[in-house]
C-alpha cells in the first residue's frame, strides 16, 4: 500500500520560526568536549588524507549551535583562514529544498506526489519502452527510471541552459529502467522537480525557493541562483585541482553556495519538526510518514 500525501509540517514551523545563524565560531562547553575532540580528530585525518584545504563544521542540539569550527584555509593564496561562516558549494545536499518546496504544495493540497507528472509538465516525454507514468514522487526519490544527467543543462555545461530549456532536453533520452524496478540517481529527475515548482507558480524556480524556503527557515545566506560567468578553476584538494564551470542558473539540483553556519538553522527546524510530530495530535504519524521509505 502506498502512502499519499506524505506530510512534513515544514510550512507551519518555517513560518513561525526565526534563526539567526552563527557568523563565526562557536566554541564548544565542557559537556561537548569529548565529542568535539573526536569529530575533530576524525576531520584531521580526512583532511590530510584527502589533502582537503578546508573543512567547516557545525553540532547542533535541538535548538542550540553547541560547536562551530573551521579547519585549514578558505583562501590558500591569501592564507584565510576557514570559519563556520565559510561559504561551500554543498552540491546535492541541497536538493533537500526542492523537496522541501514540493512537500509544503503537497501539505496545501497544490500537487500530489503519485499523479503521472505530466499533470503538471505536459510536454515531459522522455522515451519509455516501459508501462505506467512517471510521478513525483519516484522523481524525488529517484526512482524514476530516468538517466542521470540531462543532455544539456548537465553538471559541466556552461552554456547558460534555463531550466526549461533543460528539461525539454529530456526528451531526446530514453529511460534505462522501468518506474519503481530500482533506485538510479539523477539529476536529470530533481531538475524536472524543480522546473514543477516554476510552473506550478508561474515563478521562476530560484526566487520562489528563496520566498518559499530559504528565508523563512532562515537561510539568508544562501544564494540562488549563483551566477559565475566562465570557466574557473575550483581547487577540490591540494593535490587536485579541477577545471570546471559552475551552473550559471544552479537550479537544476539546485546547487547552493552555503555555509555550515547558515546550516544551523535548517538543522534547528528539523528538530522543530521532530518535537511537533509528537506534541501535535493531528501531526502524531508525521514524522513515521515522512521518513517511511514508499513502496510501489
Known sequence: MRIRNSSLALMVIATAYACEPASE???ATDKYAAAVANIESFIRVEMEDKALPAFSVVLVDDQETVWAA?????DIADSVTATAATVYRVGSVSKLFTDIGVMQLVER???DLDVPITRYLPNFSPVSSFDGDITLRQLMSHRSGLVREPPIGHYFDDSN??????VASM???ALVYPQESRTKYS???????????EAVNSE?????????????IGMDGSSLPMRLCGPITVQISRRRPLSWVCLPRAACTPRLPISVSSCTCFLRMVWAHVGACYTQSHSAKCLRRSLRRPVP
Open 204 to 216: 521562476p524556480f530560484a526566487r520562489y525557493l528563496k520566498g518559499a524556503v530559504l528565508e523563512p
Open 171 to 173: 526528451s531526446q533520452t
Open 25 to 27: 565560531n562557536v566554541v
Open 70 to 74: 573551521g579547519f585549514g584555509l578558505e
Open 161 to 166: 541552459t534555463s531550466l526549461a530549456q533543460t
Open 109 to 111: 493540497g497544490e500537487l
Open 187 to 197: 539529476n536529470a529527475g530533481i531538475a524536472t522537480v524543480g522546473y514543477v515548482l
